[in-house]
């Protein structure tokens, strides 16, 4: 069971990094005119199976992953629309809010698209002997402290990759240093 937790978690941690916990400007996107790459087609699966995906994820809040998706999407993308065309910004700040209210509730299409992915990993059955542990003491447990844990996880990575930041700095100005250029 620690090895599915983790790998929930870590699929977690992967899509909420994506969609909420990155600045606009730290994430790699296409230009906005190109289309994004399709994701790949999934499995059928069942209905009971997606059923019980859908119950699992409930159960354990994954809607929270990706409640901001469509406020973070259109602040990006007038973010960018705004680096470009200056002279719009305000009609570009107005229309935002347009085009957020007309996408809300699409968010919801991911936490679909999860049920269905979880749904081809999972037999109904696995999906079943999941909800079955998440209601039992220790499954609750986990569902109480994971969050708080993947926030001092992602506290941790960050610090870490702040600490390998510096390093590279001054490992890199070494190295240029060894050539004849001070930075």
């Keep these: 069971m620690k090895t599915l937790s983790g790998i929930l978690s870590a699929a977690g941690l992967a899509l909420a990094l994506t969609l909420t916990g990155?600045?606009?400007?730290?994430?790699?996107?296409?230009?906005?005119?190109?289309?994004?790459p399709a994701p790949p087609p999934l499995k059928d699966a069942s209905p009971a199976a997606i059923a019980a995906a859908n119950e699992l994820l409930a159960m354990k809040n994954a809607s929270a992953m990706y409640a901001q998706a469509i406020p973070n999407i259109v602040a990006q993308t007038k973010d960018a629309l705004t680096r470009e065309n200056l002279n719009y910004q305000k009609d570009l700040n107005e229309v935002a809010v347009i085009v957020a209210q007309k996408m809300a509730g699409r968010e919801a299409e991911i936490g679909e698209g999860m049920a269905?992915?979880?749904a081809t990993a999972f037999t109904e059955q696995e999906l079943r002997t999941l909800l079955t542990f998440y209601q039992s003491p220790l499954g609750q447990k986990v569902l109480n402290v994971?969050?708080?844990l993947m926030d001092q996880a992602m506290s941790?990575?960050?610090a870490w990759g702040d600490n390998l930041s510096q390093e590279v700095i001054g490992s890199m100005r070494d190295e240029m240093k060894k050539r004849g250029h001070d930075m």
């Design 22 to 36: 990155m600045p606009a400007g730290a994430q790699t996107s296409p230009p906005l005119r190109e289309a994004p």
């Design 116 to 118: 269905k992915i979880y």
């Design 146 to 148: 994971e969050p708080r």
């Design 156 to 158: 941790n990575a960050g």
